[in-house]
């Protein structure tokens, strides 16, 4: 029955990300111990006053439909947090509240960019990305940057890549998978390069802003040369570990803010009202839980690398933000199992380290580039040192 199904939808590739967490879960379900790095997930429950505020908004009964963009109330204390935290000014009526910033990203995407317009990601890119431009029926275009330029484009390759058909860049910085995080210097050589192209829309996604190991957060949005063109996502997924509450939002000039809530109308509408209200208190109560789970990021990227440098010939950089670390492999690539299988890809070195070390990864080839693999320590200490160690032993059997 194939045939009934859609090209757009043949054509999309399945999240490498959810697919190692099921086989992960397939293989739990059959008694194994896998210990599981594949999942950008934080391991802290909702901190409390924001589960007390879900609480009280069943209580009173906000159990209807918001307004498409959200209740009026998260937005106004989302510009609250755009203007006091990074210096931008967003009206309310430019935030559009959506079902997780992915729902946030792909609703910009559909809304911009037209079959055949080229959308530049810089590589390695979270793996939906390429997906959503391919949805659009866009053309995505890698710009790849390697480990020894810690994962992060110059302004030279990001306008070696521009043509007369680009209609957007996309950026992701602290980034997925990398963890890689760009100064404010290195944020402006990118925002001078593209002020020389007023048609080129800026997608930055942010949802990593709260953790973030050096310095201080720098938005896309504050240079006032591409302010009017930059869309921010962000959301309280990650900083407020509340993954599964499905709140995200983009800060958009109002004409596409105005899109965007006419193509969420159509096929989802408002996320949900309980979720909302946890989403604003989130945003307008302490703030203290965010910096106690980035303190306990920041000893665990400590952790992760340290014991990453003891393996042999696995290559890492120092990640600045996000909680993942991102392993060049390429030594391993060519050897061969303790059972005789050839180890030819890093998505190959993915599964071994899975079914024999017991540790779920994900093949860097998902974020755009081959030969490394991404580690995600959203998971406790003793989980990481338990991890690593499998990983170690795993691969000092390769032949």
């Known amino acids: 029955m194939m045939t009934h199904i859609s090209q757009r939808v043949q054509s999309l590739a399945v999240s490498a990300t959810l697919a190692m967490s099921q086989r992960s879960a397939e293989l739990k379900a059959r008694g194994v111990d896998v210990i599981n790095l594949s ?7 909702t901190p409390e006053h924001i589960k ?6 069943i209580d009173e009964n906000y159990s209807f439909y918001t307004p498409v963009a ?4 998260l937005r106004k204390a989302i510009a609250a947090k755009l203007k006091d935290e990074n210096g931008l000014d967003y009206a309310p009526e430019q935030i559009v509240v959506s079902n997780g910033a992915k729902q946030a990203l792909c609703n910009v995407i559909l809304a911009t960019v037209n079959p055949g317009d080229e959308v530049i990601i810089p590589m390695p890119a979270w793996v939906s990305y390429v997906e959503m431009v391919k949805l659009a029926e866009g053309v995505p275009v890698p710009v790849v940057a390697t480990i020894e330029q810690d994962f ?5 390759m990001l306008e070696g890549a521009i043509t007369p058909k680009t209609r957007m860049v996309m950026l992701c910085s602290p980034s997925n998978p990398t963890g890689s995080v760009y100064s404010r210097d290195e944020l402006k050589a990118l925002a001078d390069v593209l002020a020389k192209y007023p048609d080129i829309l800026v997608l930055a996604d942010e949802i990593y ?3 973030l190991f050096t310095g201080s957060f720098t938005s896309m949005a504050s240079f006032p040369e591409i302010a009017d063109r930059t869309i921010v996502i962000n959301g309280v997924s990650k900083a407020y570990a509340m993954t599964g509450w499905r709140v995200g939002y983009c800060a958009a000039p109002l004409w596409l803010a105005k899109a965007v809530t006419k193509l969420q109308g159509q096929y989802s509408s408002n996320c949900s009202s309980i979720a909302q209200k946890a989403a604003e208190a989130a945003y307008t109560g302490s703030q203290e839980c965010v910096e106690e789970m980035r303190l306990a990021f920041e000893r665990r990227r400590d952790l992760v690398v340290e014991l990453a440098r003891q393996i042999p010939r696995l290559q890492v950089n120092y990640p600045q933000g996000a909680f993942y670390l991102f392993p060049e492999v390429s030594a391993y690539i060519g050897k061969t199992t303790p059972d005789g299988k050839a180890i030819t890809s890093s998505g190959d070195l993915a599964m071994y380290l899975l079914e024999t070390g017991h540790v779920a990864t994900v093949d860097g080839a998902a974020f755009g580039v081959e030969g490394y693999i991404r580690l995600s320590y959203a998971t406790s200490d003793d989980n990481i040192r338990e991890a690593m160690r499998r990983i170690a032993d795993a691969l000092s059997k390769l032949k």
């Open 52 to 57: 007390e505020a879900a609480k009280r908004a």
């Open 39 to 45: 999942v950008g997930e934080p391991d802290f429950n």
């Open 209 to 211: 802003e709260h953790i």
């Open 70 to 73: 959200g209740y009026m109330s």
């Open 152 to 156: 992060k484009v110059t302004p030279e």
